[in-house]
C-alpha cells in the first residue's frame, strides 16, 4: 500500500477514534435550561384534552415529559409560516412533531438520527417503490403498509390540511414538512416516550416482522431471544441510564447491540452504524459509513476506495457534501464486538463473527451474484422486459434475494439457526435449483447455454448438479437399494 | 258633544297623512320583513350562480341534512336577527350584489376557488364581531350535551372567552385555513392541481382584476 493511503487510513482511524468516544457512554442529558420549555398555553391544551381524548392526555401526564413540565405547546408549537401551521384553539400549532422539532431538546439524538438508514428509509426506496407498491399494490397499499414502516413523503394540502394518502404516518424514514427525516415516534410511542418501551424489542417489531425482515422471529428463536424472555424483570429496562454489562446483563434487545451503550462504548441514533454488511440488497456489500460535515451520511461499498476526509462527494439526493470521517467496515465491526464482549469472551465473538461472514460470503458467491449476472443477461438480450414483476421470473428472483436472502443473511447475524437454513437459505436454495433456473432457461429459450449455463459453470459451486448419479438417503432412497 | 271632537289642528289634511303615513309604515315594515326573508332564503341567494358553489357544499354538511329535521338557511346563519339589523346586513350584503356583476366572475369554479379564503376570512370576521349571534338562534351553549362523553363539559368549561366561530370554523363550507397560517402560494397550487391548470395560472387569473 503507498504511503499517502497508508497515512490516510490512519487518519480516518484516528478520527472515528475521536467520533466515537467523543460522546458519553450515559444517554445524553437534555442540556437546555428548563426556562426554555414549560409553554405559557400548555395547561389549556391539557385541560381541554383530558376531556376531548382522555387517553392521549393521561399517556402525557405518565411521561417523563410531563414531570419535567414539558406540555403539549412545547412540542407541538409552530411558526405560522411552516408549511403544516394550523390555528387551533387560538394558538399556532402543528400536527406533526418532526424529529427536528424533538431535536429543540434531543439535539444530540437528532443529530446522530438524521442520515441514519432509519432516517433515509424512504428516500433510499422512493424511486423504486412505484415498481411493487403502485404497479403491483396500488396506492391504497403504499399508504396503508409500506409507508407506514419506510415513512411516506408528507404531502401538505393547500388548505392546510395533511393529504390522508401520507398521513396519519409513522414510518421511520418519514420526509415531515420542515424537511427532516424520521419518525421519533416510530419507536418512542407518543405521548408517553417511555425509555423502557423503545428498549423492549416490541419497539422494532412493527417492521421488522414478516417474510422480508423477520428480526423479531429470529431474535425470539435465538439464544439472545430466549435468555430475555426468562429474565426479563432483569432488564432494568426503566433505568434513566442502560449500560449494557453495568446497568443490565441479563440479555441483550435489539437496543442493546445496534444503538445502545456498552462499556465504553457509547449509544448512538444512528441503527446502522455498527453494520458492517448491507444485508437487505441482492448481493450484500462490506459498506464504509461516510459522515459529511454537515451531519449526512452515506454509506458505500467497502470494495471501492475509501474517499478521503475533506474530500467532496455526490450524494444519493445530488447534492454535494465535503466528507468529515469514515468508518471503515473493521471499525464498525469493532464497535459491535465492543456489546459481544460484555457477555462473551473475544474468542467467541470473532468466532461468530466468522460464521455469520462465512453465510453472507456464501449467499453472495452463490446465489446473490449469479442469479444477479443471469437476470441482468436476460436484460441486455431482451429477453425480459424491463419492466419490473411483468414476467414470473422477476418476483422469483425478487423473493430469491429480498426475502428469502435476507432471511437466511438475517438469521445467520443474529444466531436462529432456523431462520439461517430452513426459512432462509434452504429456500434460497430451493429457489434457485428449482424455481429460478428452470424460469431462466424458459426465458433465455435458444440464449440458455449462454445465459444461464455459463454462469454457473464459471462459478463452480453448482457442479453437484452435473453428477445426477448421486443417490441419498435423505429422500428415503439408500443408495444399495436401485440397482 | 265637545268632548269628542278633534284638537283643531287635526284638520283633514293632516287626519289623511296619519292614516296613510300609518298604513304606509305598516305596509313598509311587512315589506321590510318579507323582503328580508325572501333574501335569506337559500332560493335568493343560490340566484346567483357564484353562491351555488358554497351551496353544494353546505348540503354535505348536518347543518343541511340533520337528524332531527331542522334544516339552516343561508340567512339562518349570515343575517342578523330583528329586522333593523337584517336590514343593514343586507344593504352592507349588496356589495356582494355589486362585486357580482363589476367584479371577477365569481361564477367561473376556478376564480370562486381562488378568492374564497378572503371570502372565509371575511365571514369569520363577521360572526366573531357578533359574538357568534347567529349560531346562538339555535344552539344554546347551556344545552349542549354532544354524542360524546365530554363534549357537555369541554363547552361548559373550557370556553370562557371564547365564541362559537373560534372554535368552529371551517364546519359548513370548504375547508379554509386560519387567516393567521393561509398560505396564499399553497392554496393557489392546490386549486391548479385540482383544475388541471398549468402553475402560475391561478396568479394570472386573480391579476386579471
Known sequence: MPPVLLSASFRRVLFLSIFVLA????????????????????????????????????????????????????????????????????????????????????TKEFEEQQGSVHAEAYSIIEDRLPALAQNVGGSAMQAASCDQCHGSRVKVRGDGTLDPATWPNSGIGRINPDGSKGSCSSCHGRHRFSKAQAREPEACVRCH??????????????????????????????????????????????????????????????????????????????????IFEDGAKMELPGDEAAPRRGTEMARADGTVGVVKAVATPERRRQAMTLVCVECHGKGFTEGFMRQFDAVVELYNTKFGEPARAIMAGLYERGLLTPTAFDEPIEFTYWELWHDEGAR????????????????????????????????????????????????????????????????????GFPPQEVE | MGGLRAPLFITRH??????????????????????????SSDAFCTTCHSMTYADQDFRQTVHYNSASGVRASCGDCHVSEGVFAATWDHAVGSKDLFKQLFGPDYDDPVINALHLPEAAFAARRWFRARDSATCKRCHTLEAIQGKRADTAAIHREETDGKSCIDCHYNLVHRKVPDESTFKRDAWNRMIEEEFALEPGTAERLMGEH
Open chain 1, 408 to 475: 437466511g443473511r438475517h438469521g445467520a447475524s443474529m444466531m436462529s439457526p432456523n431462520h439461517a437454513w430452513w426459512e432462509g437459505m434452504y429456500l434460497v436454495g430451493r429457489n434457485f435449483y428449482a424455481r429460478f433456473l428452470p424460469e431462466a432457461r424458459a426465458a433465455a429459450g435458444g440464449h440458455a447455454d449462454e445465459v444461464v449455463d455459463a454462469v454457473l459453470r464459471a462459478n463452480g459451486q453448482h457442479e453437484w448438479l452435473d453428477q445426477p448419479g448421486q443417490m441419498s438417503a435423505i429422500l
Open chain 2, 14 to 39: 293632516v287626519l289623511i297623512a296619519l292614516v296613510v303615513g300609518g298604513v304606509g309604515g305598516v305596509l313598509f315594515m311587512a315589506f321590510l320583513i318579507e323582503f328580508d326573508h325572501y333574501t
Open chain 1, 209 to 290: 416482522s414478516g417474510p422480508d425482515s423477520p428480526d423479531k422471529e429470529i431474535f425470539e428463536a435465538s439464544k439472545h431471544g430466549m435468555v430475555y424472555a426468562a429474565h426479563r424483570e432483569e432488564m432494568n429496562l426503566d433505568a434513566a441510564e442502560w449500560v449494557a454489562g453495568r446497568d443490565y446483563t441479563a440479555a441483550p434487545t435489539c437496543v442493546s447491540c445496534h444503538m445502545g451503550a456498552a462499556g465504553k462504548l457509547p449509544s448512538t441514533h444512528d441503527v446502522g452504524l455498527r453494520n458492517v454488511w448491507s444485508l437487505n440488497t441482492p448481493v450484500s456489500k462490506r459498506q464504509f459509513l461516510v
Open chain 1, 23 to 106: 460522546f458519553p457512554a450515559a444517554a445524553e442529558k437534555v442540556k437546555l435550561d428548563a426556562s426554555q420549555w414549560g409553554h405559557e398555553a400548555g395547561d389549556a391544551c391539557v385541560s381541554c384534552h383530558t376531556k376531548s381524548s382522555s387517553g392521549l392526555a393521561q399517556q402525557w401526564r405518565d411521561s417523563a415529559h410531563a414531570a419535567a413540565g414539558v406540555n403539549c405547546m412545547d412540542c407541538h408549537r409552530a411558526e405560522r409560516e411552516d408549511a403544516d401551521a394550523i390555528e387551533h384553539e387560538g394558538q399556532v400549532i402543528a400536527t406533526i412533531v418532526s424529529p427536528k422539532d424533538c431535536g429543540r431538546c434531543h
